[in-house]
């Protein structure tokens, strides 16, 4: 039997001409680009021609909207998943430049290793590789093809997620992050244990004219 891979496909760019923290706030749809990149990475996951079996994203409208063509493109329904989902943020709704200097802001800066502004890292770490789990345990698309799965989420769950799996700390420098718009960060199983198997970005070409890369 084929290795199953599970696919982590970051959102595209969001339109946000305030240049807010948008975190769980609703209605924060793709951006005109943002449907590129989206488009960009429907279009690689179907020229891999690797049999998918199943189509999750997180409940954001921006990660249903950037499923959405790889729904079409590989013919999945998209099953809504709440544990892959952006974390939750303190600063949600504010701009960051201008928060940072708000004293009144301060408490919730004390400790950027948990981070102490929003949900720990190790939590986002927990509910993000029980969904893969759970991802990699579906029944398969036949008894000799297991079927890949599609898992649509956001920057921060699949970076922290990268770096447990590494084996690497959690804390990090949030723009060294390797998980642009639209990139496609890849799963499998050995002997019960995650491995990254490979990271890609068809996206890239859009990137120099992005004008919203997500929050930090």
């Given amino acids: 039997m084929a290795s199953r891979q599970v696919h982590l496909v970051r959102h595209g760019e969001v339109y946000n001409p305030d240049h807010v923290l948008y975190g769980r706030l609703p209605e924060f749809h793709l951006s005109p680009l ?34 959405a063509p790889i729904s079409a493109a590989l013919g999945l329904d998209i099953r809504t998943e709440p544990r892959i989902i952006e974390p939750r943020n303190h600063f949600e709704g504010k701009v960051m430049e201008k928060a940072v200097k708000n ?29 893969m789990t759970d991802a990699f345990a579906l029944p398969p698309l036949s008894e000799d093809e297991p ?6 989420s956001h920057q921060l769950p699949i970076w922290v997620t990268h770096l447990a799996i590494a084996g690497e700390r959690l804390w990090h420098d949030p723009r060294q992050r390797r998980c642009n718009l639209s990139s496609i960060t890849s799963f499998e199983q050995v002997d019960g244990a995650f491995r990254e198997v490979g990271y890609s970005d068809p996206a890239a070409p859009f990137l120099e004219s992005a004008v919203d890369v997500g929050a930090v």
């Fill in 103 to 131: 004293p009144i802001n301060w408490p919730w800066l004390v400790n950027p290793l948990r981070p102490s502004w929003g949900e720990a890292y190790r939590s986002i770490v927990a509910r993000m590789t029980e969904a």
């Fill in 34 to 67: 943002g449907r590129r990149m989206a488009q960009a990475a429907a279009d690689e996951l179907a020229a891999r021609e690797r049999p998918v079996a199943a189509l999750i994203a997180s409940p954001l409208v921006r990660a249903q909207e950037s499923a």
């Fill in 147 to 152: 079927g890949d799965v599609v898992m649509v």
